[in-house]
């Protein structure tokens, strides 16, 4: 009889091996005969959070491991960021769904609290929790709420707050310090129901007690003017603002102006510097700390075409203050639009996410928008750009001498016709004033289009009524010479009449067409003469590119015949080879990189102004990406949404779609995305 091979088991006495393996208990296994690399790997998969710190707590060997660990998430996150090897991970409400479902801790009945889509929030992590105030929703209003996400569970939850709340806002500050929350400025959309809210922006400064859960409205003399987008760090006790759009004398402008805040005392103050050399003034910048007597500036937005990409950094370690400005490398490689874009700093690096430079507007189609015509019912499209300098009025051409060629007006925005000043505000042009500028815009164009196409059509009815055609002489020769200036007529013999043939008046019809056709530059969606090259604003940059001329086009038959008689040599080259000789295989074509409109990864190396080596001059190195900055499972496109440092991984949470803030209603999101390192394999 067969005896039980279990030796672990002492308790063991069965004498058949089938009996055995049906009634004896397995035996218990101990995670601690694993070695220390296997123990490793499989609190890769805990979360590095809370359930990372309780295994700390076994024994002092996993003590031991899981500080290895999580100094090994840093360096491979760091290693991960130079080298592009990252991936993204979602947490959508459908991941939350199904792992509720899995996982249930919540009473049966009661739906799970999920955040709701917003942008322009504020988002910190303290410990093991990511908290998220307010921001702007999907239908042009503004939150006041507070959310805690538990990065352990993974789950969203709104804490029952007390005290005085803040007001509902988007684009305001949120710092940590100790166990609180320092929250400062921000905006409100107006509210398109009554009770009408203005739009307006706030200097109210909160703290919120994250072990009592209650706000605490604060407010002293000086502080700073109503504010939002600036940007915001701790050090040491001290908060440090700058930048922001502001209100000063009932004006809005953008700031460079530094505030303090004495976080102990609650008190506000602004530093001296050395010198007028400071950053110029912007909204939406990125703010790293990078100790407690510098902090790094770098981008944001000064208005209308003015994005900056530059870096500033504040020296604190003085009474007066100083700001230097740091030289950008490899800037090609760099991020643009980071106004609007989240950043954060991972030790020696600042990663940034936003649209790549390589990819963006050259292979999208640009959305055509429609207004309502001024003066008409039909609809006609907005038109990008200057406004199309209209051709010279009709009397000033018919007092050009034969020969002479017609001056051009000037080529500037705003430029007016002589019938425009005498108009003043009784014609169109001064009923349009009132209008908006778009209106306005769309006005003037119709006005001008409307007066030549009047003076073209009275002059070609003068010429068929009089047959006043002595001016224009026949002409022969290309289309394209009809462009040219008339040339002088012979000197008639003394005496003579003038004749007048039936080739003056086709030449003085063909110049009369041209003059109609002309008119039309004023409109561009109408199309313009069969000879010249027509460029649609809206059609894509990629194809918008002048035709071929006939030398071209002969050279390029030349070569395509050339190319031919090379594939035909070699065609006969293979078929004369020897049998026995195996053709060589072609190399499958590589995939072509899908084009798409997603997040890209940029990172900067920010190892010099940490070490400021006396030996080198500090400044920014931005690396070179790999894939343009796309990483496996990369999120859609989005703006105005919060980028945070975990342990081991980056934190992105909610923004909108650009192209749907014009929209009655936004696309926003509250899914969570998750950068970190692959797992390795063992």
């Given at each position: 009889?067969?005896?039980?091979?279990?030796?672990?088991?002492?308790?063991?006495?069965?004498?058949?091996?089938?009996?055995?393996?049906?009634?004896?208990?397995?035996?218990?296994?101990?995670?601690?005969?694993?070695?220390?690399?296997?123990?490793?790997?499989?609190?890769?998969?805990?979360?590095?959070?809370?359930?990372?710190?309780?295994?700390?707590?076994?024994?002092?060997?996993?003590?031991?491991?899981?500080?290895?660990?999580?100094?090994?998430?840093?360096?491979?996150?760091?290693?991960?960021?130079?080298?592009?090897?990252?991936?993204?991970?979602?947490?959508?409400?459908?991941?939350?769904?199904?792992?509720?479902?899995?996982?249930?801790s919540i009473p049966t009945g009661m739906p799970m609290p999920i955040i709701a889509g917003r942008f322009a929030h504020s988002a910190v992590r303290l410990g093991n929790s990511m908290y998220v105030f307010g921001g702007g929703s999907s239908s042009d209003t503004t939150f006041n709420d507070l959310w805690r996400f538990d990065l352990t569970h993974m789950r969203w939850s709104r804490p029952l707050a007390t005290g005085t709340?803040?007001?509902?806002?988007?684009?305001?500050?949120?710092?940590?310090?100790?166990?609180?929350?320092?929250?400062?400025?921000?905006?409100?959309?107006?509210?398109?129901?009554?009770?009408?809210?203005?739009?307006?922006?706030?200097?109210?400064?909160?703290?919120?007690?994250?072990?009592?859960?209650?706000?605490?409205?604060?407010?002293?003399?000086?502080?700073?003017?109503?504010?939002?987008?600036?940007?915001?760090?701790?050090?040491?006790?001290?908060?440090i603002v700058f930048g922001g759009y502001q209100i000063k004398d009932d004006v809005n402008v953008n700031s460079n102006d530094t505030w303090v805040l004495d976080l102990d005392e609650q008190r506000w103050w602004q530093p001296i510097f050395v010198g007028n050399t400071r950053p110029a003034p912007r909204y939406g910048q990125i703010q790293v700390e990078l100790d407690k007597q510098h902090l790094l500036i770098v981008g944001?937005?000064?208005?209308?075409?003015?994005?900056?990409?530059?870096?500033?950094?504040?020296?604190?370690?003085?009474?007066?203050?100083?700001?230097?400005?740091?030289?950008?490398?490899?800037?090609?490689?760099?991020?643009?639009?980071?106004?609007?874009?989240?950043?954060?700093?991972?030790?020696?690096?600042?990663?940034?996410?936003?649209?790549?430079?390589?990819?963006?507007?050259?292979?999208?189609?640009?959305?055509?928008?429609?207004?309502?015509?001024?003066?008409?019912?039909?609809?006609?499209?907005?038109?990008?750009?200057?406004?199309?300098?209209?051709?010279?009025?009709?009397?000033?051409?018919?007092?050009?001498?034969?020969?002479?060629?017609?001056?051009?007006?000037?080529?500037?925005?705003?430029?007016?016709?002589?019938?425009?000043?005498?108009?003043?505000?009784?014609?169109?042009?001064?009923?349009?004033?009132?209008?908006?500028?778009?209106?306005?815009?769309?006005?003037?164009?119709?006005?001008?289009?409307?007066?030549?196409?009047?003076?073209?059509?009275?002059?070609?009815?003068?010429?068929?009524?009089?047959?006043?055609?002595?001016?224009?002489?026949?002409?022969?020769?290309?289309?394209?010479?009809?462009?040219?200036?008339?040339?002088?007529?012979?000197?008639?013999?003394?005496?003579?009449?003038?004749?007048?043939?039936?080739?003056?008046?086709?030449?003085?019809?063909?110049?009369?067409?041209?003059?109609?056709?002309?008119?039309?530059?004023?409109?561009?969606?109408?199309?313009?003469?069969?000879?010249?090259?027509?460029?649609?604003?809206?059609?894509?940059?990629?194809?918008?590119?002048?035709?071929?001329?006939?030398?071209?086009?002969?050279?390029?038959?030349?070569?395509?015949?050339?190319?031919?008689?090379?594939?035909?040599?070699?065609?006969?080259?293979?078929?004369?080879?020897?049998?026995?000789?195996?053709?060589?295989?072609?190399?499958?074509?590589?995939?072509?990189?899908?084009?798409?409109?997603?997040?890209?990864?940029?990172?900067?190396?920010?190892?010099?102004?940490?070490?400021?080596?006396?030996?080198?001059?500090?400044?920014?190195?931005?690396?070179?990406?790999?894939?343009?900055?796309?990483?496996?499972?990369?999120?859609?496109?989005?703006?105005?949404?919060?980028?945070?440092?975990?342990?081991?991984?980056?934190?992105?949470?909610?923004?909108?779609?650009?192209?749907?803030?014009?929209?009655?209603?936004?696309?926003?999101?509250?899914?969570?995305?998750?950068?970190?390192?692959?797992?390795?394999?063992?």
């Amino acid at each position: 009889m067969a005896t039980c091979n279990r030796k672990l088991n002492d308790n063991c006495d069965n004498t058949a091996t089938t009996t055995c393996l049906t009634k004896c208990p397995p035996p218990a296994v101990s995670l601690n005969v694993l070695p220390d690399e296997i123990l490793e790997f499989i609190f890769t998969y805990l979360p590095p959070y809370g359930d990372l710190e309780h295994c700390s707590l076994v024994c002092k060997r996993w003590q031991l491991i899981v500080k290895n660990l999580v100094r090994r998430s840093q360096l491979n996150l760091e290693k991960g960021l130079a080298d592009f090897r990252l991936r993204w991970e979602v947490f959508s409400q459908q991941t939350a769904a199904s792992l509720e479902a899995n996982f249930p801790s919540i009473p049966t009945g009661m739906p799970m609290p999920i955040i709701a889509g917003r942008f322009a929030h504020s988002a910190v992590r303290l410990g093991n929790s990511m908290y998220v105030f307010g921001g702007g929703s999907s239908s042009d209003t503004t939150f006041n709420d507070l959310w805690r996400f538990d990065l352990t569970h993974m789950r969203w939850s709104r804490p029952l707050a007390t005290g005085t709340y803040p007001s509902p806002k988007g684009s305001a500050s949120m710092v940590a310090w100790r166990d609180k929350l320092v929250l400062f400025g921000g905006w409100r959309y107006p509210s398109l129901h009554p009770p009408y809210q203005p739009w307006c922006l706030f200097d109210e400064l909160h703290y919120y007690d994250l072990p009592k859960d209650r706000w605490l409205a604060r407010n002293s003399l000086p502080c700073p003017p109503p504010m939002a987008g600036h940007s915001a760090s701790v050090h040491g006790n001290s908060m440090i603002v700058f930048g922001g759009y502001q209100i000063k004398d009932d004006v809005n402008v953008n700031s460079n102006d530094t505030w303090v805040l004495d976080l102990d005392e609650q008190r506000w103050w602004q530093p001296i510097f050395v010198g007028n050399t400071r950053p110029a003034p912007r909204y939406g910048q990125i703010q790293v700390e990078l100790d407690k007597q510098h902090l790094l500036i770098v981008g944001g937005c000064g208005g209308a075409n003015r994005v900056y990409t530059d870096a500033w950094l504040l020296d604190m370690t003085r009474d007066a203050w100083c700001w230097k400005q740091l030289n950008v490398r490899n800037k090609h490689f760099g991020a643009v639009h980071m106004w609007c874009n989240p950043g954060c700093r991972v030790n020696n690096y600042l990663v940034v996410v936003g649209p790549s430079p390589k990819m963006p507007l050259d292979f999208q189609i640009m959305k055509q928008s429609r207004v309502p015509a001024v003066g008409g019912n039909a609809l006609r499209f907005a038109g990008l750009g200057q406004v199309p300098a209209p051709p010279p009025p009709f009397y000033q051409q018919q007092q050009q001498q034969p020969g002479q060629r017609v001056p051009l007006p000037e080529r500037r925005p705003g430029a007016m016709l002589p019938e425009q000043h005498q108009r003043g505000n009784n014609g169109r042009f001064g009923a349009a004033a009132a209008l908006p500028p778009q209106e306005q815009y769309l006005a003037n164009r119709r006005a001008i289009l409307d007066q030549n196409m009047q003076q073209a059509q009275q002059f070609m009815h003068n010429n068929n009524v009089n047959n006043n055609n002595n001016n224009y002489q026949p002409r022969s020769g290309r289309l394209s010479d009809l462009h040219s200036p008339p040339a002088a007529a012979p000197p008639a013999a003394p005496g003579a009449a003038p004749a007048a043939s039936d080739g003056d008046a086709d030449a003085a019809q063909r110049l009369q067409r041209n003059l109609a056709l002309r008119c039309r530059d004023n409109e561009p969606l109408l199309p313009k003469r069969f000879d010249e090259h027509y460029e649609d604003p809206f059609r894509m940059a990629a194809f918008n590119v002048p035709g071929r001329s006939r030398s071209a086009s002969r050279d390029h038959s030349e070569r395509i015949r050339r190319m031919e008689e090379k594939m035909n040599a070699i065609r006969n080259s293979r078929r004369s080879a020897p049998a026995h000789v195996e053709p060589q295989t072609l190399r499958a074509p590589s995939p072509k990189r899908v084009r798409c409109n997603v997040q890209s990864l940029f990172v900067c190396d920010i190892s010099s102004l940490l070490q400021r080596d006396a030996n080198s001059e500090p400044g920014l190195d931005w690396v070179e990406y790999k894939n343009f900055g796309v990483l496996s499972g990369a999120p859609d496109r989005l703006i105005l949404s919060s980028l945070i440092a975990g342990n081991g991984e980056l934190i992105l949470f909610g923004g909108v779609h650009k192209e749907t803030l014009t929209d009655i209603t936004h696309h926003v999101s509250n899914s969570i995305h998750f950068l970190s390192v692959p797992r390795d394999i063992i």
